[in-house]
């Protein structure tokens, strides 16, 4: 009998641009996977976001299978049912008129640049050209949207870089003023950071950055490819903020674990992309769009909605409770379902230690950086798997005291 895959051969044939852990999941149904040995964990990492109805769902499954029956790809010469159906629902569930499929948060943010580019490009001419984004911030790994990611160990191996490009503090509405002008075409910002270390915008902020923008005719972005599709307890975060953008990404939960992405807009700016501008094979997907029409059904539902918030206020009263036995956290902070727990200095960069003692008590969950701890679960996670998954973090948290 040859033997299956091992983790071993990760080393051996994959390119080494990811580390991962020890143990190869096998199985996921609900919040709780399984290893190839059988082993169980309680899942707070949801994909990085992205399985907002956890693993194994009913309807996205039945959506595939009967989408796999009928059609799965012909390209973008001829549209489709399902991308028409998601277009609209898309729509008419938020400030958009228009919509852009692509496959992946990184391409959704593509888009939106390249259309702020050539908007202004169009308009005002080539001098209009200046991006203003923030440090800290994350939006992909294209060379573009690298560029505009306000962490530099990301882009700087990769120069010449983009040009055009501007960072500045994350709210930080001085800071903003100081650097949007005249030539600025595009501010892009993240209404929480999530890989920066879930770091929520400030409401005047992003009104501040609203009103630049306006003044100056740029466009604001707002990259929801982690907040969005109910993660914040809202559909999409800028509802929350009662804030609106001119082009907003969504990816990551939009297709609960099938591989899509959009980009949402109105009618003033998605003329920009006029027949021949921009495209992609996949984009618009039968597939990807008739599993993300089931994502949105089953998500955007106020009852759905309100069991977000619910399970924040679970998790944040929990997390406070286990932070008075520790003492290990100096902020616990987040909407919805994207929490983070930022170690104290003592603590820093352990981020990573403590998530791997956690694996072993069967509890999985995110780091945003080297200092905080990220719970990005399913949005229907079930109370019990909260309860269960807490006590093995605080099991975890116990062994890594003892362990100092
Ligand atoms: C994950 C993420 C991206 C990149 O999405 P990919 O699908 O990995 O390309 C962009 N922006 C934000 C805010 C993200 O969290």
């Known amino acids: 009998m040859t033997q299956g895959p091992i983790r071993a051969d990760f080393d051996q044939y994959m390119i080494p641009t990811y580390a991962p852990a ?10 709780v996977i399984t290893d190839q040995q059988g082993k169980e964990y309680i899942d707070f990492a949801g994909g990085i976001a992205v399985n907002g109805l956890g693993h194994g769902n009913e309807k996205l499954k039945q959506a595939l299978t009967e989408q796999a029956d009928a059609l799965w790809h012909l390209g973008n010469g001829y ?3 399902p991308v028409l159906k998601l277009a609209k629902q898309l729509v008419e569930s938020t400030f958009a008129d228009k919509v852009f499929f692509c496959n992946s948060g990184a391409e959704a943010n593509e888009a939106a640049l390249k259309l702020a580019r050539k908007y202004a490009h169009d308009k005002h001419g080539a001098n209009k050209n200046e991006i203003v984004a923030f440090s800290n911030s994350f939006h992909g790994r294209t060379l573009f949207t690298v ?6 160990k990301y882009s700087q191996d990769f120069a010449p870089l983009p040009g055009g490009i501007h960072h500045t503090e994350f709210n930080d509405i001085e800071a903003a003023k100081a650097l949007i002008n005249a030539n600025t075409c595009a501010v892009i910002v993240e209404p929480i950071q999530g890989e920066g270390g879930v770091v929520p915008a400030q409401v005047a902020f992003l009104q501040a950055l609203r009103e630049l923008c306006d003044q100056h005719d740029a466009l604001l972005i707002f990259d929801e490819v982690q907040t969005g599709v109910g993660r914040t307890g809202h559909l999409y975060a800028y509802m929350h903020y009662g804030v609106v953008p001119d082009l907003l990404s969504t990816a990551k939960a939009l297709g609960g674990g099938f591989p899509i992405g959009a980009v949402l807009t109105t009618n003033k700016f998605a003329s920009t992309l006029s027949v021949g501008t921009h495209g992609t094979t996949y984009g618009g997907n039968p597939l ?5 029409n089931a994502v ?7 009852a759905f909605l309100q069991g977000v918030d619910e399970r924040h206020t679970l998790f944040i009263t929990k997390l406070n409770e286990i932070n008075e036995k520790f003492a290990l956290f100096k902020d616990i902070r987040g909407l919805g379902l994207l929490i983070g727990c930022e170690l104290i200095d003592t603590h820093s960069g352990q981020a990573k230690v403590i998530s791997n003692l956690a694996a072993e008590q069967g509890l999985i969950f995110l780091i945003a950086g080297p200092n905080v701890i990220r719970f990005a679960p399913a949005l229907n996670i079930p109370i019990k798997d909260i309860e269960t998954g807490l ?8 062994i890594y005291l003892k362990k100092e």
């Open 22 to 31: 020890a143990f190869i999941p096998v199985k996921g149904k609900g919040s």
């Open 79 to 81: 549209t489709n049912e």
């Open 147 to 152: 560029s505009a990611g306000g962490q530099p």
């Open 288 to 292: 990807a769009a008739a599993v993300a």
């Open 296 to 302: 949105l059904d089953q998500i955007n539902q106020t």
């Open 391 to 398: 006590s093995r973090f605080t099991a975890a948290l116990d």
